[in-house]
């Protein structure tokens, strides 16, 4: 299989060989509207983003923070749906058919599509893994029946508050990675305690051989550098959105793409300078 869940396992397999740790990087699909924002799409994997989240607009999140908030409402109100934030994947594969491209939003957008026809949509889109904030591990099977068989992962989060007991359940069928949430709380309204989450991560390795990547709270190069020394990866998401949002409050939404290049270069160089990952 070229997609989905290979063409993950093949990037985190090429990040080890390198020996380094990833760049994840977070964007609201179709923000502010969906010609920019597929070309900030374009620009994240051009700027050194390893895997790409894709964010699906919705007016209830329960995780985002402000800033993805208000992305999701600028996007819906330029008329983002399900089948746009497909067409846009497809579009993406045609220059770009390596860099993963991981769905994150809830899973009412998805029951709504129809699990069957999405799962089968969206692989043949280009996208390579899903990660539905919503969905409990004890409710997956009327999402995962569709997905692993047309190959897409199911990548899932860890919080600091899952419990011992709980940790093989939530890692059990995930594929791809695990997304450590670094912070107990919604992202992008505070910084993580890289004390506190280098012993999760390591409670997380002995649970699963998954690649853990660290999210949540991380904002800057430095930031970065940081935890991709702890990690697999570390994902960035509501510092990135917000370089789209000012870019709109300056008047000037087309130059979205130029800022988050500048700072998602920012942001590589802070990862591919830190330490090998203990993960090597």
């Known amino acids: 299989m070229a997609g989905g869940s290979a063409r993950i396992d093949r990037r985190f397999a090429s990040l080890k060989a390198e020996g380094r740790a990833g760049l994840v990087t977070f964007v609201t699909a179709g923000d502010p509207d969906l010609e920019t924002g597929a070309r900030v799409m374009a620009e994240l994997a051009m700027a050194g983003a390893d895997?790409?989240?894709?964010?699906?607009?919705?007016?209830?999140?329960?995780?985002?923070?402000?800033?993805?908030?208000?992305?999701?409402?600028?996007?819906?109100?330029?008329?983002?749906?399900?089948?746009?934030?497909?067409?846009?994947?497809?579009?993406?594969?045609?220059?770009?058919?390596?860099?993963?491209?991981?769905?994150?939003?809830?899973?009412?957008?998805?029951?709504?599509?129809?699990?069957?026809?999405?799962?089968?949509?969206?692989?043949?889109?280009?996208?390579?893994?899903?990660?539905?904030?919503?969905?409990?591990?004890e409710e997956?099977?009327?999402?995962?029946?569709?997905?692993?068989?047309?190959?897409?992962?199911?990548?899932?989060?860890?919080?600091?508050?899952?419990?011992?007991?709980?940790?093989?359940?939530?890692?059990?069928?995930?594929?791809?990675?695990?997304?450590?949430?670094?912070?107990?709380?919604i992202t992008g309204t505070a910084a993580a305690d890289i004390s506190k989450v280098a012993p999760s991560v390591a409670r997380i390795r002995a649970a699963s051989e998954l690649p853990v990547a660290i999210g949540f709270g991380i904002r800057t190069p430095e930031q970065a550098a940081a935890f991709a020394a702890i990690g697999d990866a570390v994902v960035v998401g509501?510092?990135?959105?917000?370089?789209?949002?000012?870019?709109?409050?300056?008047?000037?939404?087309?130059?979205?793409?130029?800022?988050v290049r500048a700072l998602v270069s920012r942001l590589a160089g802070g990862v591919r300078g830190a330490a090998t990952p203990a993960a090597s």
Not at 58 to 71: H, K, L, S, V
Request: proline residues 8%; negative net charge.
């Open 140 to 185: 997956e099977d009327e999402l995962v029946r569709f997905t692993d068989p047309a190959g897409l992962a199911l990548v899932r989060l860890v919080a600091p508050t899952t419990s011992a007991e709980r940790l093989p359940l939530v890692v059990g069928r995930a594929s791809g990675f695990l997304y450590y949430v670094s912070i107990t709380g």
């Open 238 to 259: 509501s510092a990135i959105v917000q370089e789209v949002e000012q870019a709109v409050l300056d008047g000037a939404p087309a130059t979205a793409p130029d800022r």
């Open 51 to 137: 895997v790409i989240e894709l964010g699906v607009p919705f007016t209830d999140p329960m995780a985002d923070g402000p800033a993805i908030q208000r992305a999701g409402l600028r996007a819906l109100a330029a008329g983002v749906t399900m089948v746009k934030v497909l067409d846009m994947v497809r579009d993406f594969r045609r220059t770009d058919t390596d860099t993963p491209v991981v769905l994150m939003g809830y899973y009412n957008p998805i029951y709504a599509y129809g699990p069957e026809r999405f799962a089968a949509d969206a692989i043949a889109a280009g996208v390579d893994g899903l990660i539905v904030v919503d969905l409990p591990a």
